[in-house]
């Protein structure tokens, strides 16, 4: 057993192996240009389809549809080996760091977003969207998206790249995990105020020695490693808050069955998401952390966007893993929270719930609330 083996992202491109590199598009099979599927409301569109052993290397898509605020009314799965079950299943803007149905530009090392000036529809809608998470899988690979909105998809753009290989996969290669979860809103505790005016934030009032009442990101049963999250926050509450900003809630991670204390305990969402006195700091992108939206509506209020991923520091987890985050310091405020979390794991797996209904989805507020021009 190797104790440890450090790479870079580029160590094994010389390496010459077996294989064969195909691809899945939405290409013109009649030669022309119309290099793209529509998808009528209330139907499924399979991207991929593919027998064999392999590994999903990129997806990249684009769409154009005319349901306001139909990134999350589009949901992404992925189903691995023949699974009754999809391993994935989530809003599409969501699964590509962006969550409250809009778009915007950043890149990161596993997903990204690209947008520049509207040639096509108007609006905080439109967006290339790119996946280099590896998605391996043993025998058999779909990937579909399923249109809930009132309109059609006009236009569904696509490749899935991948490559077959002539090797079984290892029985120690997990399959990929993606899950979107919300709560709107979070339930406020209340605790009782020790100072007056605003304290500082290590003066607040309140303390949390369970982690019961935080917003859960990840509740997954079996073996595998946690490698990241995104996640939403509309921090529409702020006026009814002690402090105006949910940056003191602490990430909890609670793994393999524990109580309190848990094994990964953090001090603060700023800190989790690796910015600290800097956050909130307009939108950034790094490799590993950023914040994709960052609500223009004062310093601390409106939309926010931000993701995470653990690719140096995966959680590993041998039996469960409760990936949580305090809403507020100890639960002190009563927020909109969605998220999507990244995971690998053997299979099988405990099944993904439905989404919530599309209307439960949807963001509290959108354009109106003077984000975009339109």
Known sequence: MTFWQPTSPLAGLPRIKAGRSRRESSW?????????KTVPAGETHVLADIEGAGVIEHMWITTRCY??????????EIFWDGEEHPSVRTPLGDFFGVGHAVSAHFVSLPISMVTGPRRGPKGPFAAAMNSYFPMPFGSHAKVQIRNESDLPIENLFYYVDYELTQEPTPADVGRFHAQY???????KVVHPATAAG?????????????????????????TGHYVGCVLNIDNFDASNQVYSWPGEG??????????????????????YFNAAWGFPSGAYAGPYHGITLASSVQEHFGLWSMYRFHIEDPVRFQQSIRVT??????????????????WYQAHPHRPLPELPPVDERLPRRWPEHGLWDE
């Not at 609670?254 to 969402?269: A, K, M, N, R, V």
Request: glycine share 10%; aromatic share 8%.
């Open 198 to 222: 605003r304290p500082a934030p290590w003066d607040l009032p309140g303390v949390n020695l369970t982690g019961a009442d935080n917003y859960v990101i990840l509740d997954a049963e079996g």
């Open 325 to 342: 985050i305090e809403h507020g310091h100890a639960n002190d405020q009563g927020n909109d929270y969605s998220s999507v979390a990244f």
């Open 181 to 187: 979860r919300q709560e709107k809103p979070c339930q």
């Open 250 to 271: 602490d990430d909890m991670i609670f793994i393999d069955g524990e109580q309190w204390p848990p094994s990964l305990h953090g001090t603060g969402t700023e800190d």
């Open 28 to 36: 013109d099979r009649t030669g022309g240009n119309r290099d793209f």
């Open 67 to 76: 349901s306001p605020m139909y990134l999350r009314k589009l949901v992404l």
